[in-house]
């Protein structure tokens, strides 16, 4: 229900059934007709669609069964005295509005709707017969109603759908507004999309809008002859670089906080704890809520099992951590050298250029297979909930693809010390490694949702003979049905699309500042790209894909801790570069120009290190609300317990008069 209140709901969930070949004739067993029926029951506003090969039942949630499923499910929300306190139907004016003016947010709204739809059970003392293409099903007493005709194959998949009316609003006020160049409706997008899409695009508009200046600045030095100055002018636009990347990241800190501070989300929407999973799923120690069931009665067990739990999980975490590296180092490390190596002794411009495009095909299956084993081993570690195990996995994934990218570049920088070489690797990087990106990013779906129509009129055709026209599709749900799914590459257990968004932007970051010394132009080839990404992400979100599911997380978790460990790596490797314009006979004399860049690189990392003790992480007026929030609670509290007290003691001198 992404509309105000005093609106009719928009249809927001698909269930997709397989369509039925025969009639029942019984209506009242039919599997369909029982669903559709049992969704109404619960209240559900509910649309039938019959599309060429599947059937789709529409929902929509009123208010009051949103309000009824959060309070079921002990939903936190915001307070006007910002307290996060359980959401009651009864006082629900008491809780902040949405931005769009609603009362929940799209995940809460979707935690809800999987409350509701999973929540249909036979309540009955008998069990339910049902009929599907004349094959009968018994939905027994106590099951669950969806996972028992998932099971059967009879419903096939639950989707969110996109609302028509906010998706075209979007399109002209965000995708298609290319004249505003970084700004973009980042609460619009929070309501529809979620706080963990909205704050990439917050992300990627704050990186593009300060990137621009270093993209200036790098052009001025390309095209300016400074002569004799320019060993001197190249230091002073590393130095920049570095304290432009160390304030980006504080300033980010502040922004991401001002955002939080605007929406009202709940410090506990995160907590989909693993504590909640058994703990024989994949993991060999119990989860702590289980430890304190079984000694709570024992304090000195009760603290050796929780620091069982603790240092075995950190064990294990580093055991996952040290076969991710040595598999890196003995099994990647080889392949990345070959590649470099026969990038250095071919002649041929034609030649690099597809050998660079052929590689970057060939580490996408490499590192798919990384994350599979990266997905398998990170079952085995107690992390606290599915996002700190989507950053296990970044962390992991990442190192894969930080070898594949950059050990090529460090080969011909280290080893050859030949920048001539090292400037047409990188913009060959950069400009095949973005054009293809963006290529098979856009592309690839479209062309994978053309497939699917083209297999679904194929079937259609077969099973009517052959018709005399074009078989057209009807229904906006069958499409959006087809279109594919908001997933990483690496797979769908842990992460979504952003993975690969944030990876794009963290490796072009990489690459621009570990070798900015070296090509200066970069930033500005990386500032047009993300004008356009801004954009051509956009459309993919609203045109191409289906409406992804809203993810917990509020924060750009690991990458941002990834952007701050290339920022102290690209101060080693610029002045590594420096050293070698300074000292290009190779004899490494502490001259003044070395000793100067051995200084330079003291003072950054020192800079580096300490900028977040003068920059604080959250702007003023945020600690302030939340002082001012904190007061009112207390005060409220106090006033709340005086009078309980004071109840109480009237009540027992009452009874002893």
């Known amino acids: 229900m992404n509309e105000p209140e005093n609106e009719e709901p928009a ?27 049992e969704f109404q029951k619960v209240g559900f506003k509910v649309d039938r669609v019959l ?35 359980q959401f009651q139907v009864e006082d629900s004016e008491a809780f902040v509005k949405q931005p769009d003016g609603s009362t929940f947010s799209w995940y809460e709204r979707f935690q809800c709707y999987c409350h509701l739809i999973y929540g249909l059970v036979n309540n009955g003392q008998w069990a339910v017969t ?11 007493t106590g099951e669950n109603l969806l996972q028992k005709l998932e099971s059967e194959n009879i419903v ?52 593009t809008r300060w990137l621009l200046f270093l993209a200036a600045f790098g052009l001025a030095l390309h095209f300016i002859d400074f002569g004799p100055l320019q060993l001197l002018v190249l230091p002073i636009f590393f130095i920049v670089g570095i304290l432009w990347a160390v304030t980006f990241s504080q300033f980010w800190k502040r922004k991401n906080a001002a955002l939080l501070a605007g929406w009202p ?33 024992d304090a000195i067990k009760e603290k050796e099992m929780f620091q069982r739990y603790e240092w075995f999980g950190r064990l294990m975490r580093f055991r996952n951590d040290a076969i991710i590296i040595f598999s890196i180092i003995c099994l990647q490390l080889p392949f990345e050298l070959a590649y470099a190596h026969l990038y250095e002794v071919i002649s041929s411009d034609i030649i690099k250029f597809g050998l660079t495009a052929i590689y970057l095909v060939a580490i996408q299956y490499i590192t798919q297979i990384g994350g599979k084993v990266s997905v398998k081993l990170i079952k085995s570690e107690n992390n606290e909930n599915t996002e700190k195990r989507a950053d296990s996995l970044v962390y992991k994934v990442f190192g894969l693809y930080f070898m594949q990218t950059y050990i090529g570049i460090f080969y011909h920088a280290l080893l050859h010390r030949n920048f001539l070489t090292l400037r047409k690797v990188l913009i060959q990087r950069l400009l095949l490694s973005e054009i293809l990106e963006n290529l098979l990013e856009n592309s690839l779906p479209y062309l994978k949702y053309s497939y699917k129509k083209f297999r679904v009129r194929h079937k259609k055709k077969n099973e009517k003979g052959q018709p005399t026209g074009k078989i057209q599709f009807t229904s906006r749900v069958e499409k959006e049905y087809l279109k594919p799914s908001y997933t990483a590459s690496i ?16 490796l072009q970051f990489g690459m621009i500042m570990m070798f900015a010394c070296a090509f200066p132009p970069a930033f500005a080839f990386a500032a047009v790209n993300n004008l356009m990404e801004i954009r051509t992400d956009a459309l993919k979100l609203l045109v191409i894909l289906r409406r992804p599911v809203p993810r917990a997380a509020a924060t750009v978790g690991a990458w941002l801790n990834i952007f701050q460990f290339l920022t102290v ?11 070698w314009l300074y000292d290009q006979e190779g004899k490494w004399r502490i001259e ?5 860049i051995l200084i330079m690189e003291h003072v950054l990392l020192l800079i580096k290190f300490g900028f977040s003790r003068l920059v604080p992480e959250e702007p003023a007026w945020v600690r302030a609300n939340r002082a001012r929030h904190a007061t009112e609670a207390q005060d409220m509290c106090s006033k709340q317990l005086l009078r309980t007290i004071s109840s109480k003691s009237f009540s027992e001198s009452k009874k002893l008069k």
């Open 130 to 140: 049902l009929k599907f293409n004349g094959k009968k099903v018994y939905w027994e």
């Open 265 to 297: 989300i709940s410090s506990t929407v995160a907590a989909d704890s693993v504590y909640k999973n058994p703990a024989g799923k994949g993991n060999s120690l119990q989860s702590p809520m289980e430890l304190v069931e079984v000694w709570e009665n």
């Open 491 to 506: 797979g769908k257990e842990l992460e979504d699309g952003l993975f690969d968004d944030f990876l794009e932007l963290a």
């Open 51 to 85: 599309g060429l090969a599947d059937e789709f039942i529409k929902l929509a949630a009123p208010l009051e069964l949103m309000g009824r499923a959060a309070a079921e499910l002990e939903i936190k929300k915001r307070t006007h005295i910002g307290m996060d306190l």
């Open 11 to 37: 249809f927001e969930i698909a269930v997709v059934v397989s369509r039925s070949v025969e009639q029942e004739k019984d209506e009242e067993s039919d599997c369909v007709k029982v669903l559709v029926d």
């Open 592 to 596: 003044p120009g070395l000793a100067a």
């Open 569 to 579: 790596m690209s101060i080693c490797t610029n002045c590594a570069l420096l050293v």
């Open 156 to 207: 096939k998949q639950l989707f969110p759908l996109h609302d028509e009316k906010k998706r075209k609003k979007l399109i002209w006020s965000w995708a298609l507004k290319w004249w505003d160049f970084t700004n973009q409706p980042i609460d619009e997008i929070y309501s529809y999309y979620g706080a963990k899409i909205a704050i990439y695009f917050a992300f990627l508009g704050m990186y």
